[in-house]
């Protein structure tokens, strides 16, 4: 969607990302709805999974910091399979530690092996949906060979997070993107409102329970921080304990600010797949496979029919 799955506002909107996409080299573009982009990491990948299988893909391509599809398999199926596996996890979270700090843990406990960075972790999570519903693909990775938290390295190949620290900075990133991307960014305005539209949905909001991530007596911690904090970041430092990392408080602000609600997450199922781009290799397939496709390919712009497109039309609109 136009957020990236922390829950961050995304410099370029889908549409301009589809644009760089199909420019370089990429025939079909799917929508992952807002109400599953902006989730944990296993909510991501059980919608993209489905979605990419309806397409009937045969190979995923995913990037990994260590490189190991052997190790994320195993750390997959002892997710799965291993029945001490949720019961290890309960006893860490129970000790007040988050989520993925108590996921490690517990695979450290049964098998010995840590993960901690976020493509293995995502990538761990494409793979057990792909066990878990016996589809027939086949994962490859490909091996990040830059620290996705480094802002300075000076080298072609560089993270998001280098780009977007180098376009807040004004600096040139022109051997850092594909020239037709560069021409996208390079008069992007990177100001926005998004804090302090957040901060008047906070102050004026009087049951931030209701969001999706408002956990119990998170909302009353987040109003007493949002007059003393000046910024996104400050806010998020400022709520953030060793129970709720910076992610999981990013992607509940970002529910917060985009009204999505405990109630309104609750579509087990995809509801139909959103095209939002191909070239004639892709005009092509989709003429070929859809007939076949269980979920319907969405050709009108029916809000009424789709509660996620209902959503979806919302938070693209709040942009």
């Known amino acids: 969607s136009s957020f990236t ?14 644009r760089c996409a199909l420019n370089n080299g990429v025939n079909i573009v799917l929508e992952l709805p807002y109400i599953y982009s902006t989730q944990s990491s296993d909510t991501f990948a059980e919608y993209a999974i489905k979605i990419l299988n309806e397409f009937k893909i045969d190979e995923l391509c995913f990037g990994s910091e260590d490189d190991n599809l052997d190790i994320l398999y195993k750390v997959a199926d002892t997710q799965i399979n291993n029945k001490l596996f949720d ?36 990538g761990v999570s494409y793979i057990k949906e792909i066990l878990k519903n016996n589809y027939q693909i086949t994962p490859f990775i490909i091996k990040r060979t830059n620290d996705y938290h480094d802002k300075d390295n000076d080298s072609d190949i560089v ?68 007059n003393k904090s000046n910024s996104l970041e400050e806010l998020i430092q400022n709520i953030k304990t060793k129970r709720y990392t910076y992610n999981k408080i990013s992607r509940m602000l970002n529910h917060i600010i985009c009204s999505f609600t405990k109630d309104e997450n609750n579509i087990e199922d995809i509801e139909y797949i959103r095209i ?15 007939k076949n496709m269980r979920v319907p390919v969405l050709n009108k712009y029916d809000t009424r029919r789709y509660k996620t497109l209902e959503i979806e039309k919302r938070v693209s609109d709040i942009l």
């Open 276 to 290: 939002l781009g191909f070239d004639q290799n892709g005009k092509e397939y989709l003429n070929k496979i859809k």
């Open 159 to 226: 993270s998001a997070s280098n780009i977007r620290e180098r376009l807040i900075k004004n600096e040139s990133i022109k051997n850092k993107v594909p020239f037709d991307v560069f021409e996208i960014l390079k008069d992007k305005n990177l100001k926005n409102n998004y804090f302090e539209l957040l901060k008047y949905k906070i102050i004026s909001e009087s049951n931030l329970n209701r969001f999706l991530d408002v956990d119990e007596g998170l909302s009353t911690r987040i109003k007493s921080v949002i």
């Open 87 to 122: 019961q290890k996890v309960k006893e860490y979270l129970d000790d007040g530690i988050n989520y993925p700090t108590a996921l490690n843990n517990a695979l450290k406990d049964l098998i010995n092996v840590e993960i901690t960075k976020p493509n293995d972790l995502l």
């Open 5 to 18: 799955q922390r829950g961050e506002l995304s410099i370029l909107n889908k549409w301009d990302k589809t």
